[in-house]
């Protein structure tokens, strides 16, 4: 199977549990939306997709291998990480050329494009760099990489709207033109809502959900109007949040839309993925 498969990943730190038992798959061809709170458990999940840490109990599985010190899977999968995990004594070329020698499917050629359109000066050194340049020169690594899997963890930390829209022009560009797995673990969620296809949410470290953007667009809505109907009108329904405007009532919800008579004094509009978001996870969800 053309996949990451987490498999009943348990991992715990002292009596914390940043995950429980968590399994679910990465597809092979699609771009991934990793979302979660801070201390959900996403970094987590990504350090023991990339063989950083060690899971407690279950398994990581990339294109049905164990990942788990396995060089087999070397050329599979690449993280980018929010942590700095560079050498601080060596120039930002020869960290080109040294992760050209640890991967056969590093292109230093496109590397070096790729950062002189985010105007990377390659002959500084990693600890020289300002936090977005540290944040360019990662997904510059990560995008002159031809893994089948490539996680991007936090990619645009840093960056300014400008360095943001080209990033994600340049990561469409190369999802077209070899299609992968991307996964994208980022708070800025309504900014990189157009390109994800598929979100998998992790909330207290367990799976809230996972399910296609389209999908989940279809099924979040928001009824507003007096508190009176807006209750009768929530009845036997999956609400996930409320919030007050003012003497106006809203109720977020999940499920099919009811129609409203002509002369209901309610309202319903759509919700965008970000407030779906924060609405799923302010409690965990309902």
Request: with cysteine.
């Amino acid at each position: 199977m053309n996949a990451i498969q987490i498999n009943h990943i348990t991992k715990q730190y002292g009596c914390v549990t940043a995950l429980d038992d968590v399994s679910f798959s990465f597809e092979h061809g699609k771009i991934y939306g990793l979302l979660g709170r801070n201390g959900a458990g996403k970094s987590t999940l990504i350090n023991i997709m990339a063989n950083r840490i060690f899971a407690d109990q279950g398994d990581v599985l990339i294109d049905g291998l164990p990942a788990e010190e396995n060089m087999a899977v070397h050329e599979k999968i690449f993280c980018m990480s929010d942590q700095n995990l560079y050498d601080s004594s060596l120039k930002i070329r020869d960290i080109f050329k040294w992760t050209d020698r640890f991967y056969d499917h590093f292109h230093p050629d496109k590397a070096f494009r790729i950062a002189e359109m985010f105007s990377l000066d390659t002959g500084k050194r990693f600890p020289a760099l300002s936090k977005g340049q540290q944040s360019i020169f990662k997904l510059t690594i990560a995008l002159a990489l031809d893994t089948p899997y490539v996680v991007f963890d936090e990619p645009v930390l840093g960056l300014d709207a400008n360095h943001r829209e080209l990033f994600y022009h340049l990561l469409l560009e190369d999802y077209e033109e070899h299609q992968r797995t991307i996964i994208l673990a980022t708070h800025l969620i309504e900014e990189a809502a157009n390109i994800i296809e598929e979100v998998v949410l992790i909330d207290k470290g367990r799976l809230l959900i996972q399910e296609s953007v389209e999908s989940l667009l279809d099924q979040g809505y928001c009824v507003s109007g007096p508190e009176d109907a807006v209750m009768a009108y929530c009845t036997d329904k999956h609400v996930i949040g409320r919030d007050e405007l003012g003497s106006m009532k809203l109720a977020y919800i999940l499920g099919a839309r009811e129609a409203l008579s002509k002369d209901s004094p309610l309202q319903i509009t759509g919700m965008n993925l970000q407030k779906l978001f924060v609405k799923l996870t302010e409690k965990g969800g309902n």
